[in-house]
């Protein structure tokens, strides 16, 4: 089945009866940091980012049920001027909805949504050793940073 691309809000998301099951699949696939495992997406974080013109969501269906989704974040580089850029706080499809390049219509969408802001690109974050990591380089996009993590406490 054809999948469709469009604006997704907070509560079509928390809402979804497959939310949850998306959300498992998601932090398997890319949680590399031990610290975060047992903290559940944040509705009223989202829904103030939202509120606050910082956050744009995109959901993937297939039919009515939602098969990924993806949060892009638009905010001012204040070291450089308070120029706009926009990356990815979330890009996940579905495993079983990946073979016909939903993901990557998700990431078309993506850019054409900061493209719209008119930020001069995207960036995305991918888990390292994962299989966006390999697949970014394939359409288009370059590495432009590193992003390393340690603990604290």
Known sequence: MECTIRPLTVAEA?????FA????????ES?????LWGALPDREGYAA????????????????ELAGFCAVLVSPVLHFGGKLIASTETLFVAKKHRAGG????????AEQLAAGF???GLYVTAPTGGRLERLLPRVGYHET???FFRGCA
Not at 14 to 18: E, G, I
Not at 102 to 109: E, H, I, M
């Open 102 to 109: 939903a993901g990557l219509k998700l990431l078309r969408a």
């Open 31 to 35: 949680l590399r940091n031990p610290d």
């Open 49 to 64: 980012l939202v509120d606050a013109g910082m956050l744009h969501a995109l959901g993937v269906f297939v039919g009515d």
């Open 145 to 147: 940073n590193r992003v």
């Open 118 to 120: 008119g930020v001069p």
């Open 21 to 28: 099951e998306l959300c498992d699949e998601y932090r398997d």
């Open 14 to 18: 928390f809402d979804s009866p497959l």
